[in-house]
C-alpha cells in the first residue's frame, strides 16, 4: 500500500515537473515581432497613415501592447499581440492602396 501511494506520488511530481519545464521553454516570439513591424513599414510606405489612421492607429498601438508584453516576459501574449498588429497593419496597408487615386 506504501509503495502504490510513493509511486503516485512520484508519478505526479514527475508530471507536475515536465509542465513547470514546458512553461519555462515558451520562446520569445522573435519572428511574430518581426512580422508585425515589416507589415508596419509596408503600410507606412503607401501612405497608411494619412490614408488609413485609423487602422494604422491600432496597429501601431497593439505593436507597442506587444513590445510591452515581451519585455515583461510574457510571451504568449506578445506573440498574440504581434500577430494581431500584423494583421491591423496589413489592413491598414490594403486600405491606403485602395485610398490611391
Do not use: H
Not at 33 to 44: F, G, T, Y
Not at 61 to 75: P, V
Amino acid at each position: 500500500m506504501w509503495s502504490q501511494r510513493l509511486r503516485t506520488a512520484l508519478v505526479i511530481a514527475l508530471y507536475l515537473s515536465v509542465l513547470a519545464f514546458a512553461g519555462c521553454a515558451a520562446t520569445a516570439p522573435v519572428q511574430e515581432m518581426s512580422d508585425a513591424r515589416q507589415a508596419l513599414r509596408a503600410a507606412e510606405q503607401v501612405g497608411a497613415p494619412q490614408r488609413a489612421a485609423p487602422s494604422y492607429e491600432t496597429a501601431r498601438s497593439l505593436l507597442e501592447s506587444a513590445e510591452t508584453l515581451l519585455q515583461a516576459g510574457e510571451y504568449r501574449a506578445a506573440r498574440d499581440k504581434a500577430a494581431q498588429a500584423r494583421n491591423e497593419a496589413l489592413k491598414a496597408r490594403q486600405e491606403a492602396l485602395d485610398a490611391i487615386p
